[in-house]
């Protein structure tokens, strides 16, 4: 991850991450859970946010502005 892996995660945040078959993506944040190895995000994004996906912090390589 580009800013650390020590960042902090909100729900609302949006990322751009790695799916695992090498797809970047954009979404939102809908949960942050705190496991032993690390924190883990379930995002949701696509066209009308209707996909999800659960990604590492490893995964997410920068932090988008938000939308107003």
Known sequence: MKNGPDQ???VGDRVKFVL???KLEG???RAVILTTTGHV???SFGPKGDLAA???ARQVMEELPAVN
Do not use: A, H, I
């Open 8 to 10: 902090k995660f909100e």
């Open 20 to 22: 695992r078959n090498g």
């Open 27 to 29: 979404g939102v944040v």
């Open 41 to 43: 995000l379930n995002v």
């Open 54 to 56: 659960t990604v590492n």
